[in-house]
């Protein structure tokens, strides 16, 4: 590792303020990706602000939903009671990644921040876009088995790995984040992480020195429907090949609403809006389940070495389907 500076940030201000001084300062969550990368020379940071101390821990019913602090413990934040009744996807995303001993580390903020595991990016000997910005990617003429097939660009074919994050697209969560001068912005979930285009370097659209507060989600209907289906190499230790969370609202056996997201399969969440409205106004059967997989995954373009990820990704979606309706 690089030597860096370290500090315990004691209120909000003072850690984005360390941070706007120093365009090499990084804050520090659980630390669960932030020092691997660190470890492998991915990333440099001359400066790590703990956030540890701040508030921002609470996660707490608001007027129009739920509200889970930035620095919630990713275990917390899967057990916690009303997250369990009301909102059962997110639950489930969580707890469908990692491991016990890194929920127990990770935070909400590190999570949606967590950054691709694409091998090439952590191989500092191979080229690379997003870690080194014009340098080629590997990947795309590589072994690309785990990479995407929806959004990609010649710059980078990489996913985004977090469980947690396909849950909150689905649920239309959105991020709350301070800057300097406690001034505050709330992004949607959708406009939160980028698709690659020129700028694979670019995951997201925080600023630097922005801080997750915490992430907001409104009330739905979707408790009694829903599901997270994640399909890996291994049951614990592995990313998504490919992954669907999926909330239903039903009436009757009338599909009401269908909010549907895919990890593994893009460089951010994918909202699967083809399979939606191929899905609202539907009775829930297996044929019109069968037709929406179908409308989503015939958008999509594989790799060398990814093309199974169609054929497993209209099976997860009818599988996630069915799941979510039998509730
Ligand atoms: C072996 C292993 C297996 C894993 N498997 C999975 C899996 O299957 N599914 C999955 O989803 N995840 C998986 N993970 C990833 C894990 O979920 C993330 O490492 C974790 O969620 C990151 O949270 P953290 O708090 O530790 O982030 P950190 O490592 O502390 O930080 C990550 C990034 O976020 C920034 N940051 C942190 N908090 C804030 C904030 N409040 N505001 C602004 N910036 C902030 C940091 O500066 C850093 O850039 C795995 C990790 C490991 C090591
Ligand atoms: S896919 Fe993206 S992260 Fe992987 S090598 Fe290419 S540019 Fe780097």
Redesign the pocket.
């Known amino acids: 590792m690089t030597p860096f500076k370290f500090s315990i940030a004691d209120n909000p201000t003072a850690a984005i303020a360390a941070l706007t001084k120093n365009d090499h300062a990084?804050?520090?969550?659980?630390?669960?990706?932030?020092?691997?990368?660190m470890k492998e020379h991915v990333?440099n940071p001359t400066e790590i602000v703990d956030?540890g101390k701040l508030a921002?821990k609470e996660i707490k019913n608001t007027s129009s939903g739920i509200s889970l602090g930035?620095?919630a413990k990713?275990t917390d934040t899967a057990n916690h009671p009303t997250i369990r009744k009301d909102y059962p996807l997110l639950s489930k995303a969580?707890l469908?990644?990692?491991?016990a001993q890194?929920?127990n580390?990770?935070?909400?903020?590190?999570?949606?921040?967590?950054?691709t595991r694409c091998s090439y990016f952590y191989d500092i000997a191979m080229p690379c876009n997003k870690r080194q910005p014009g340098s080629g990617c590997a990947a795309i003429d590589g072994f690309n088995r785990m990479h995407a097939v929806f959004g990609w660009s010649d710059k980078c074919v990489a996913v985004y790995?977090?469980?947690?994050?396909v849950a909150l697209s689905a649920l239309n969560a959105s991020v709350k984040?301070m800057a300097q001068n406690s001034t505050e912005r709330t992004i949607a979930i959708h406009d939160f992480h980028l698709l690659p285009n020129d700028h694979p370097e670019k995951d997201n659209s925080?600023k630097h020195g922005?801080?997750?507060?915490s992430i907001e989600i409104p009330k739905n209907n979707f408790a009694e429907h829903s599901a997270y289906i994640?399909v890996?190499d291994r049951n614990s230790?592995?990313?998504?090949l490919v992954s669907v969370a999926v909330g239903l609202e039903m009436n009757g056996n009338v599909i009401k609403a269908a909010n549907i997201s895919m990890g593994g399969v893009a460089h951010k969440p994918w909202r699967a809006t083809n399979a939606e409205q191929a899905l609202v106004g539907k009775a829930a059967v297996l044929a019109n389940f069968e037709k929406a997989a179908e409308a989503e995954m015939r958008l999509a373009r594989p790799l060398s070495h990814n093309k199974f990820k169609i054929e497993m990704g209209k099976n997860t979606l009818i599988n996630a389907l069915e799941a979510a309706y039998k509730g």
Not at 26 to 37: H, P, S, V
Not at 96 to 99: D, E, L, N, P, T
Not at 210 to 213: H, K, R, V
């Open positions: 990084a804050f520090l969550g659980g630390g669960t990706n932030l020092l691997d990368l990333t956030l921002f930035a620095l990713n969580i469908a990644g990692a491991s890194i929920r580390m990770a935070t909400n903020g590190g999570n949606l921040l967590q950054r790995p977090s469980d947690m994050a984040v925080l922005e801080l997750i507060t994640k890996r230790y592995a990313f998504a």
